[in-house]
């Protein structure tokens, strides 16, 4: 089967070749009809760009990188569902990897996209990155980078997050006028800005409620595991009642798992809170109380973001940070 190229469309049209290309690319200089006119006879004759040849002829391809932490987390998931839908809508393609939460596999991603020639990588770090350097490198390059969820604060580039202090305060000030005098909080490592805010937004909490002696934050990962173990700590410590915010909903549920083995009562000793409204919080029982995030606007927002920064450059002087909204999602746990 012959192989369809911009000379053939050129030669349909009667048009030059570089105008062809042009259009294909919505050069903003081209007329919209003749954009259509282009893009409707390519579409005809079954015309398919070559990404490694353009790849190489341009610093960059059409393929966006993404990387998070864990793909089979619902959150990461919906994230990526929200990058993919605007970037084909764009005229982009992605390559996606995982870390698992490592952050030599995090790097080790990170130059696999570099030389890839991606046009830009959106990404949420590890839980073990306690370095910016990795990206700072790429940047200094000129790879255009955006984040979401979790970032470096010292990296001045665009970042689509919510306002995880303010979630997680107003979580904590919710779970006390449900009547638990004390709330304990299972939080992750304070070298990741989300991680910290929350615990800072629970701390005021508990001090404008005049508790701060009852301020209680265990710290771990991000995991279910970690849940599962902070629970057993907790009730090891002799501490049975109260309510419990999670960093998370993995940590809410592995907490949820063990506080049951315990037999423990939720949520007449033992309340629990989690963080993202992961579909598995309203199967399991009891039900999980959370706090929703809107993932699938947070990857379309960060991939409207990059696109914006990749076609016109100096956006990147004056970077967006976008703040989404959260909404608590109340159910039998609290």
């Known amino acids: 089967m012959k192989q369809i190229t911009i000379k053939h469309i050129?030669?349909?049209?009667?048009?030059?070749?570089?105008?062809?290309?042009r259009a294909l690319t919505d050069y903003p200089n081209l007329s919209q009809a003749t954009k259509d006119l282009v893009k409707s006879k390519a579409k005809e004759l079954g015309y398919r760009p070559n990404i490694?040849?353009?790849?190489?002829?341009?610093?960059?391809?059409?393929?966006?990188?993404?990387?998070?932490?864990?793909?089979?987390?619902?959150?990461?998931?919906?994230?990526?569902?929200?990058i993919e839908e605007v970037a084909y809508k764009k005229g982009f393609t992605t390559i996606i990897a995982q870390s698992n939460e490592e952050v030599e596999r995090e790097e080790i991603n990170?130059?696999?996209?570099?030389?890839?020639?991606?046009?830009?990588?959106?990404a949420s770090i590890s839980q073990t990155s306690t370095s910016s350097e990795h990206f700072k490198k790429l940047i200094d390059?000129?790879?255009?980078?955006?984040?979401?969820?979790?970032?470096?604060?010292?990296?001045?580039?665009?970042?689509v997050k919510i306002d995880d202090f303010a979630a997680a305060y107003k979580m904590t000030k919710f779970m006390l006028s449900r009547g638990f005098k004390k709330v304990i909080h299972f939080g992750g490592h304070l070298h990741l800005s989300i991680c910290r805010l929350r615990r800072n937004g629970y701390e005021q909490a508990m001090t404008e409620a005049g508790l701060e002696k009852e301020i209680l934050a265990y710290e771990s990962g991000m995991l279910e595991s970690d849940g599962y173990l902070?629970?057993?700590?907790m009730i090891k410590d002799g501490i049975k009642e109260g309510a419990v915010l999670a960093v998370n909903d993995?940590?809410?549920?592995?907490?949820?798992?063990?506080?049951?083995?315990?037999?423990?009562?939720?949520?007449?000793?033992?309340?629990v809170a989690g963080f993202s409204?992961?579909?598995?919080?309203?199967?399991?029982?009891?039900?999980?109380?959370?706090i929703e995030q809107p993932f699938l606007e947070m990857g379309r927002t960060a991939a409207e973001l990059l696109i914006e920064i990749i076609k016109d450059p100096s956006k990147k002087e004056n970077p967006k940070t976008v703040i989404l909204d959260t909404k608590m999602i109340i159910r039998d746990t609290v």
């Open 110 to 122: 990170l130059n696999s996209m570099y030389l890839h020639r991606v046009s830009g990588i959106i």
């Open 250 to 271: 993995p940590v809410a549920v592995g907490a949820l798992r063990r506080f049951k083995e315990f037999n423990i009562d939720i949520p007449g000793k033992v309340g």
């Open 141 to 159: 390059r000129g790879v255009n980078i955006v984040f979401f969820d979790r970032d470096f604060e010292d990296l001045n580039v665009p970042k």
């Open 52 to 82: 490694i040849a353009r790849s190489l002829k341009c610093s960059t391809s059409d393929q966006i990188g993404i990387i998070v932490p864990e793909i089979r987390h619902i959150f990461f998931a919906g994230a990526i569902h929200g």
């Open 10 to 21: 050129a030669a349909e049209l009667n048009l030059s070749v570089s105008t062809v290309s």
């Open 277 to 290: 409204n992961n579909p598995i919080t309203e199967m399991i029982t009891p039900r999980l109380t959370t």
């Open 230 to 233: 902070l629970a057993e700590r």
